[in-house]
């Protein structure tokens, strides 16, 4: 079971951090994603984060200000938002595989219930 927390309400330009807190499993040996869901939209990639040496791959759309990292002892993958635009406002998952995966979210075996960030000007 995943539970990403730590959305809210920021300004333009602002940051908040998100975390990835997984019960049940473990982030390992696992892929941790990262998505989002605008109003409208459809859902989309994000990021995602392994800690096998295979590095973390962002989406164009937030690469150099959003930053993946995650917390071995804790179980806990989090999602840095800095120079936050106001289309970064969407519910944002976090989402595990077993597997190694980029960007399709049919991949990824478990999620989390999803955290509103708002960002305002």
């Known amino acids: 079971q995943l539970q990403a927390s730590g959305g809210g309400l920021a300004q333009a330009g602002g940051s908040l951090r998100l975390s990835c807190a997984a019960s049940?499993?473990?982030?390992?040996?696992?892929?941790v994603g990262w998505f989002r869901q605008a109003p409208g939209k459809e859902r989309e990639f994000v990021g995602r984060?392994?800690?096998?040496?295979?590095?973390?791959r962002y989406a164009d759309s937030v690469r150099g200000r959003f930053t993946i990292s995650g917390d071995n002892a804790e179980n806990m993958v989090y999602l840095q938002m800095n120079g936050l635009k106001l289309e970064d406002t969407a519910i944002y998952y976090c989402?595990?595989?077993?597997?190694?995966?980029?960007?399709?979210?049919?991949?990824?075996?478990?999620w989390g219930q999803g955290t509103q960030v708002t960002v305002s000007s």
């Open positions: 989402a595990t595989s077993i597997r190694f995966v980029n960007d399709d979210a049919s991949q990824y075996d478990y």
């Open positions: 049940g499993l473990t982030f390992s040996d696992n892929t």
């Open positions: 984060f392994r800690r096998d040496g295979r590095g973390t």
